[in-house]
């Protein structure tokens, strides 16, 4: 099999970038190592910036999201027993929206198979070869070895994919940080309440509590790294969330099922290496945000638009100056994203043996963000995003 542009990975990097090349008409392959089923009902992000919400809609996978995506405009975080709330909306009118990363999914791939484009599906790639000049992408499928000869190798395939591994200095241009505890997220049939939302820091540990639509509550907890999932029963998570929640005001998180149950181990990683030859990488394969700023899936769109434009430059304009610099565009907004997912995460998590101290300069952070000036620009800037350069 032959392509212009090998994709591995069918993850919102990999999704987004084949969209934006189909527009440039470049060809391009995608290849999945899980199946279908698995990719559609994999439940993870769910919080769009403007700018992911401008990039779908001006690529045609936007319907949608223009009718069933939740407007976010103001934050809640609730500390020390009492809830506060900021706005986020900026001068320009720019908020945040709600909308399921299955669905971001669903919607790329939808596009695509109706495009009659290929995606495969129980594609693993094994093996790259030739990244210099002729790259060739050996992967298994229907029990058989294959191999996808390309112009270009894009590596979309998560932190735990190959590519990376292909990168010569990737190792020793990475850095890394891993939090002593993880998230225990529930997706639940509980229509979120309004007033019950955001974040809420407690010294039993951070509690969240966030939609996925008007019917369906997407919750969290702070929990130990090694938590199981299972130990607790739906009605001693509910118990346990109200009592993080808790501002005195007496309202409780509206309940229901518990269809989903997941655990994240929470880290920073950036990889200062994201390309070599005719391989660059992109999304989770070159970085990893703690959840608290919901910018996994928003990083992974903007790697996707500068990947795409290196492309085209390459194939289809004979310029390779955005190709060159790809690492450097994209670092230049992966950098403060991180920094500012960390920030978050510091602040709004009880850590192991946290002394009353760093719990009071938690707080003075908190309301810095909530009730100055400068401190509510600052949180309203990163919350929505940095302007892409591309
Ligand atoms: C459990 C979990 C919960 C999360 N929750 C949040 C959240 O609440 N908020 C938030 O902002 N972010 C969250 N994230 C992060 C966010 O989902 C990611 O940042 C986002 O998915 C990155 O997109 P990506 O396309 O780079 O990688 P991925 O979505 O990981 O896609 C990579 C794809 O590559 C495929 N692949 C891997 N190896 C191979 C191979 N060898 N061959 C072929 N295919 C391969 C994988 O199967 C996968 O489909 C969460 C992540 C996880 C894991």
């Given at each position: 099999?032959?392509?212009?542009?090998?994709?591995?990975?069918?993850?919102?990097?990999?999704?987004?970038?084949?969209?934006?090349?189909?527009?440039?008409?470049?060809?391009?392959?995608?290849?999945?190592?899980?199946?279908?089923?698995?990719?559609?009902?994999?439940?993870?992000?769910?919080?769009?910036?403007?700018?992911?919400?401008?990039?779908?809609?001006?690529?045609?996978?936007?319907?949608?999201?223009?009718?069933?995506?939740?407007?976010?405009?103001?934050?809640?975080?609730?500390?020390?027993?009492?809830?506060?709330?900021?706005?986020?909306?900026?001068?320009?009118?720019?908020?945040?929206?709600?909308?399921?990363?299955?669905?971001?999914?669903?919607?790329?791939?939808?596009?695509?198979?109706?495009?009659?484009?290929?995606?495969?599906?129980?594609?693993?790639?094994?093996?790259l070869?030739?990244l210099e000049?002729?790259?060739?992408?050996?992967?298994?499928?229907?029990?058989?070895?294959?191999?996808?000869?390309?112009?270009?190798v894009?590596g979309?395939?998560?932190?735990?994919?190959v590519s990376r591994g292909y990168i010569p200095d990737a190792a020793a241009q990475s850095h890394l940080?891993?939090?002593?505890?993880?998230?225990?997220?529930?997706?639940?049939?509980?229509?979120?309440?309004?007033?019950?939302?955001?974040?809420?820091?407690?010294?039993?540990?951070?509690?969240?509590?966030?939609?996925?639509?008007?019917?369906?509550?997407?919750?969290?907890?702070?929990?130990?790294?090694?938590?199981?999932?299972?130990?607790?029963?739906?009605?001693?998570?509910?118990?346990?969330?109200?009592?993080?929640?808790?501002?005195?005001?007496?309202?409780?998180?509206?309940?229901?099922?518990?269809?989903?149950?997941?655990?994240?181990?929470?880290?920073?990683f950036v990889c200062e290496a994201m390309q070599h030859g005719r391989l660059l990488i992109a999304?989770?394969a070159a970085h990893?945000?703690?959840?608290?700023?919901?910018?996994?899936?928003?990083?992974?769109?903007?790697?996707?638009?500068?990947?795409?434009?290196?492309?085209?430059?390459?194939?289809?304009?004979?310029?390779?100056?955005?190709?060159a610099d790809y690492t450097a565009?994209c670092l230049?907004?992966i950098w403060?994203?991180?920094?500012?997912?960390?920030?978050?995460?510091?602040?709004?998590?009880?850590?192991?043996?946290?002394?009353?101290?760093?719990?009071?300069?938690?707080?003075?952070?908190?309301?810095?963000?909530?009730?100055?000036?400068?401190?509510?620009?600052?949180?309203?800037?990163?919350?929505?995003?940095?302007?892409?350069?591309?």
């Amino acid at each position: 099999v032959k392509t212009e542009v090998g994709i591995i990975g069918a993850g919102p990097a990999g999704l987004m970038l084949a969209r934006i090349l189909q527009q440039h008409g470049i060809d391009t392959v995608i290849l999945e190592r899980r199946s279908r089923a698995y990719v559609l009902g994999r439940i993870r992000a769910g919080v769009l910036e403007h700018g992911t919400v401008e990039t779908l809609k001006a690529y045609g996978v936007g319907e949608r999201l223009k009718r069933e995506g939740i407007p976010i405009k103001s934050m809640q975080i609730r500390w020390n027993g009492e809830k506060h709330d900021t706005s986020i909306v900026d001068e320009s009118g720019r908020h945040l929206t709600t909308y399921g990363q299955a669905k971001v999914v669903r919607d790329l791939i939808e596009q695509r198979e109706a495009d009659g484009l290929p995606i495969r599906f129980e594609a693993a790639v094994e093996r790259l070869d030739d990244l210099e000049d002729a790259p060739k992408i050996r992967f298994v499928a229907d029990g058989a070895a294959q191999t996808l000869e390309c112009q270009f190798v894009a590596g979309c395939d998560g932190y735990h994919g190959v590519s990376r591994g292909y990168i010569p200095d990737a190792a020793a241009q990475s850095h890394l940080r891993d939090y002593p505890f993880a998230w225990f997220g529930i997706l639940a049939e509980a229509a979120p309440h309004p007033d019950m939302r955001g974040f809420a820091h407690s010294t039993r540990g951070l509690a969240v509590a966030s939609a996925r639509s008007e019917s369906i509550g997407r919750l969290y907890l702070q929990v130990p790294p090694d938590f199981d999932v299972n130990a607790m029963s739906d009605e001693d998570v509910w118990d346990e969330l109200d009592r993080r929640m808790d501002d005195g005001s007496g309202q409780r998180l509206n309940r229901g099922r518990i269809t989903e149950r997941n655990r994240a181990r929470l880290r920073g990683f950036v990889c200062e290496a994201m390309q070599h030859g005719r391989l660059l990488i992109a999304g989770d394969a070159a970085h990893i945000v703690p959840p608290s700023g919901a910018k996994g899936l928003n990083l992974a769109i903007g790697d996707a638009r500068v990947m795409a434009e290196a492309l085209r430059g390459r194939l289809r304009a004979n310029d390779d100056r955005i190709y060159a610099d790809y690492t450097a565009i994209c670092l230049r907004r992966i950098w403060p994203t991180v920094a500012w997912s960390c920030q978050m995460s510091d602040t709004l998590h009880m850590f192991p043996d946290q002394s009353s101290f760093t719990t009071q300069m938690q707080y003075q952070n908190l309301n810095h963000w909530m009730h100055t000036e400068t401190g509510q620009r600052r949180f309203r800037t990163a919350m929505l995003g940095l302007p892409y350069e591309i």
